[in-house]
């Protein structure tokens, strides 16, 4: 359920951190197979699934709600079901069972991770500010 104070978190921030998500899975993914490090491979493998993340932050509403895990739940599939897809059709790359599990998890974890932090931070501040407790 979402909490009122999930709506005046500022979505810029939240579409920034799921971005840094993106990043980081295609950084360690590439260190951890001692791929290229260059600008062209990062690229070739981050661009599906940026574009899955802009398409689900449009179809799940998120920036007006970037904290509600049901959304956030919502976006993060979409994020993964469009990055493999493209990645497969445009790309040209065959699907690969384990990939796309690591993909889940790792952006799952990453995209509901920070939200769970953010919300947990947010709601022992309100809880710290409440007199008489």
Same mark, same amino acid.
């Given at each position: 359920?979402?909490?009122? +104070?999930? +709506?005046?978190?500022?979505?810029?921030?939240?579409? +920034?951190?799921? &971005?840094? &998500?993106? %990043?980081?899975?295609?950084?360690? =993914?590439?260190?951890?197979?001692?791929?290229?490090?260059?600008?062209? =491979?990062?690229?070739?493998?981050?661009?599906?699934?940026? *574009?899955?993340?802009?398409?689900?932050?449009?179809?799940?509403?998120?920036?007006?709600?970037?904290?509600?895990? =049901?959304?956030?739940?919502?976006?993060?599939? %979409?994020?993964? *079901?469009?990055?493999?897809?493209?990645?497969? %059709?445009?790309?040209?790359?065959?699907?690969?069972?384990?990939?796309?599990?690591?993909?889940?998890?790792?952006? =799952?974890?990453?995209?509901?991770?920070?939200?769970?932090?953010?919300?947990?931070?947010?709601?022992?501040?309100?809880?710290? +500010?409440?007199?008489?407790?």
């Amino acid at each position: 359920m979402a909490d009122a +104070s999930d +709506s005046d978190f500022r979505p810029w921030i939240a579409a +920034s951190a799921d &971005v840094a &998500v993106l %990043v980081a899975f295609v950084l360690i =993914g590439r260190r951890t197979h001692h791929e290229d490090a260059g600008l062209d =491979g990062f690229l070739r493998v981050w661009w599906p699934f940026a *574009a899955g993340l802009a398409i689900a932050w449009v179809v799940t509403r998120l920036h007006s709600r970037p904290l509600e895990f =049901g959304r956030a739940t919502a976006a993060w599939l %979409v994020t993964v *079901a469009v990055g493999l897809v493209l990645r497969i %059709v445009v790309e040209g790359r065959e699907l690969k069972i384990a990939f796309a599990v690591v993909t889940l998890v790792f952006v =799952g974890i990453g995209m509901l991770g920070w939200r769970g932090v953010v919300r947990t931070v947010r709601a022992r501040r309100v809880g710290a +500010s409440t007199p008489g407790e």
